[in-house]
C-alpha cells in the first residue's frame, strides 16, 4: 500500500472513530433522556438487614421512580461508608452519630450531614448468656467483653459499669471476631458483647438461645443517641437540596410502609437483597421486622425527625469526657430536608 492509501485509510478509519463515538455517546445521553430520572447512589453501612427495609420498601414499591430518582444501593468499601459519601460516589449512606464524631471533629471535616434518624431510640446494650449475672451492668466485673476496641464503646462500657457499682478495671477485654453472637455465647467465646437488640437478641431468640440483656438508653438518657442515620453528602445537598427532600420524601413513604406493614415489607427486604446474605434467614428476618417496625417512628411525630437535645446531649458528653477534639454541639445533622 502507498503512502497515499495508507493516508486515506487513516483518515477514513479516524473518521469511523469519531462517529461510533458520537452515536455511542447520543445513545447513552438518550437512555438518561429517555428515563428522565436523576440518579442517586445509596450506601449501606453493613449487608442488607431490617434496619434498611424502609429503603427497599420504597424502592419496590416504585416510589423513588414516582419522585423522579433512580437509587442505586450498594455495599460500602473497605474505609466505609461516610467515605464514600463525602467523596461524592454516594449522595446517601447509613452511619451512626457515635462513629459520625471523628469524621466530624477534624481539622478538615468530612463533608457529610446526618437529614434523617432510621430509628427513633438506640436500640443497642450489652447481650450475655442467661443465668451468668450480667443482666445489669455490674455483673460484667471479671467476666469476658469483645470489643472493637474503640475509644468511645470502652468509655460507655466504663460509665455504666462503674456506675452501677463494678469495676470496668476487672473486666477481660479481648477482641471482638464475632459473627454470630447466639451461637458465640453459647459456645462460651465470651461472656458479653455488643449488640443490636432488634437483630442479635431476635436472633438470640430464634436460634433457641437463652440470653440476658441491658439497653444503654435505659441507663442513661445521654446514650440515647441516634444509630443508625442517613447522611448526605454536603455539596450535593448545597446543589441539589430539591433531589434530596424528594429522595427522603420517599424514603419516608417506605418507612411508614414497614412500620404498618411488617411481614409485607420484610418480603420487600428479602426480594431486595442481592447479596444473599439473608437467602436462608427469612424466620429471622420476619421476626426482626415484627420488632423494629414500631421502633422505626415511636415517639416523634413523623419519621426521621432528629431530636437536637439528645444529638447535642451526647457530644456534648463526648467532649467533656475528652473523647472528641472539638465541641460538636449543632453540628453534622440537620432536619430541614424531611416532609413535613
Not at 56 to 81: H, T
Amino acid at each position: 500500500m502507498n503512502k497515499l492509501n495508507i493516508k486515506r485509510a487513516a483518515s477514513i478509519l479516524t473518521i469511523c472513530i469519531m462517529v461510533f463515538s458520537m452515536a455511542f455517546a447520543m445513545t447513552g445521553c438518550g437512555s438518561e433522556e429517555e428515563s428522565g430520572l436523576t440518579k442517586i447512589t445509596f450506601c449501606l453501612d453493613w449487608t442488607p438487614n431490617t434496619n434498611h427495609t424502609g429503603i427497599y420498601a420504597a424502592q419496590a414499591q416504585g416510589w423513588y421512580e414516582e419522585a423522579g430518582l433512580e437509587v442505586e444501593i450498594v455495599q460500602p468499601p473497605e474505609n466505609g461508608a461516610a467515605h464514600m459519601c463525602a467523596s461524592g460516589e454516594a449522595q446517601f449512606a447509613i452511619e451512626a452519630q457515635d462513629t459520625m464524631a471523628a469524621s466530624l471533629a477534624l481539622d478538615e471535616p468530612l463533608g457529610i450531614t446526618a437529614v434523617a434518624g432510621l430509628i427513633q431510640h438506640n436500640t443497642s446494650g450489652i447481650m450475655s448468656r442467661a443465668g451468668d449475672g450480667i443482666d445489669t451492668p455490674k455483673g460484667l466485673t471479671g467476666r469476658t467483653y469483645s470489643t472493637w476496641d474503640s475509644p468511645i464503646e470502652l468509655a460507655m462500657l466504663e460509665n455504666v459499669v462503674d456506675a452501677d457499682g463494678g469495676d470496668f478495671d476487672k473486666v477481660k477485654l479481648i477482641p471482638n471476631d464475632i459473627t454470630d453472637e447466639p451461637a458465640a455465647l453459647s459456645a462460651k467465646q465470651t461472656d458479653a458483647v455488643w449488640v443490636f437488640e432488634g437483630w442479635s437478641k431476635v436472633n438470640a431468640q430464634v436460634s433457641g438461645v437463652d440470653v440476658d440483656y441491658f439497653a444503654f438508653s435505659d441507663i442513661d438518657p445521654t446514650f440515647d443517641y441516634y444509630t443508625p442515620v442517613i447522611i448526605a453528602n454536603n455539596d450535593f445537598l448545597a446543589e441539589d437540596p430539591e433531589t434530596a427532600k424528594a429522595f427522603l420524601a420517599a424514603t419516608a413513604r417506605g418507612y411508614e410502609f414497614a412500620a404498618e406493614n411488617p411481614e409485607e415489607a420484610a418480603d420487600m427486604l428479602i426480594a431486595g437483597d442481592n447479596t444473599g446474605s439473608l437467602a436462608e434467614a427469612e424466620e429471622l428476618v420476619k421476626a426482626s421486622q415484627k420488632f423494629l417496625s414500631p421502633l422505626y417512628i415511636d415517639d416523634a411525630d413523623r419519621w426521621g425527625v432528629i431530636d437536637a437535645a439528645r444529638w447535642n446531649g451526647f457530644y456534648k458528653w463526648l467532649y467533656e469526657n475528652e473523647l472528641c477534639a472539638k465541641d460538636l454541639t449543632d453540628i453534622g445533622f440537620s432536619n430541614e430536608y424531611l416532609p413535613e
